[in-house]
């Protein structure tokens, strides 16, 4: 699986947007990019994903780079239940591609 | 989203013993299913990938022999701590992705075990 590099941590004041990016320069033309997030002591909840196009659901959007190589997971609206270690993963879309962690970025939204 | 369990959600148990831990997939059906473990304040390793009527395949540097992994239904995979010591008190995680066969095939996680090995 491609790595991904993501920033360690990163602050965020209340109601206002979170943009956490992530790079993935070696990502190939199969793999799809996947974001996660922890909260303490829980599994990985599922965010959002795409594979070029950009995306939005009811949790978040994802914007990725026309070269694929980088991507941003936007939270608009932040609050105090998102703070979590989120995990950019980059894997093939099918259901034997397993997902490689890295150290994710930690979020604190602060009041 | 699909919905994957895990049980005992926490375990304690003495040193030498076994432990084995469930992960269900609860309203789909699953061929592959992960197993992940994660000590404090680091992130989640891959220890194995669990097939449905075929052996696991584990990850470099993960005894086969000691975490024992079988994958007999399309809905339930379980992983055996063999002889338990200290050291392999950590949180385990499964994660599974339906057998859609089409388009998306999104990896879901499960709220994992704590294991403590006293």
């Known amino acids: 699986d491609a790595k991904t590099t993501q920033p360690t941590s990163m602050d965020c004041a209340e109601g206002r947007a979170a943009n956490l990016p992530c790079n993935h320069s070696?990502?190939?033309?199969?793999?799809?990019v996947y974001w996660y997030r922890q909260i303490h002591s829980q599994g990985p909840q599922y965010i959002i994903h795409?594979?070029?196009n950009n995306e939005t659901n009811e949790m978040a959007s994802l914007i990725i780079t026309e070269d694929r190589k980088s991507s941003t997971l936007i939270l608009p609206h932040a609050t105090l239940r998102d703070t979590a270690v989120y995990y950019c993963?980059?894997?093939?879309?099918?259901?034997?591609?397993?997902?490689?962690f890295g150290d994710g970025t930690t979020l604190t939204v602060k009041p | 989203g699909a919905v994957v369990s895990q049980h005992p959600s926490w375990v304690i148990c003495k040193s030498g013993t076994s432990v084995k831990i469930e992960c269900r997939s609860l309203?789909?059906?699953?061929?592959?299913m992960f197993w992940y473990r994660q000590f404090p304040k680091q992130s989640l390793m891959l220890m194995a990938t669990?097939?449905?009527?075929?052996?696991?395949?584990?990850e470099q540097g993960v005894e086969k022999d000691k975490f024992l992994i079988n994958h007999a239904s399309l809905t339930l995979s379980t992983l055996t701590v063999t002889s338990a010591h200290p050291e392999d008190s950590s949180f385990y995680i499964c994660?599974?992705?339906?057998?859609?066969?089409?388009?998306?095939?999104?990896?879901?996680f499960g709220p994992g075990t704590r294991l403590t090995v006293l």
């Open positions: 070696t990502i190939s033309g199969n793999e799809y």
């Open positions: 669990s097939n449905e009527g075929s052996k696991a395949t584990y």
């Open positions: 795409g594979l070029k």
């Open positions: 993963i980059v894997r093939p879309n099918t259901n034997a591609g397993k997902s490689t």
């Open positions: 994660s599974a992705s339906p057998n859609s066969g089409r388009g998306t095939d999104t990896q879901y």
């Open positions: 309203d789909f059906q699953a061929t592959t």
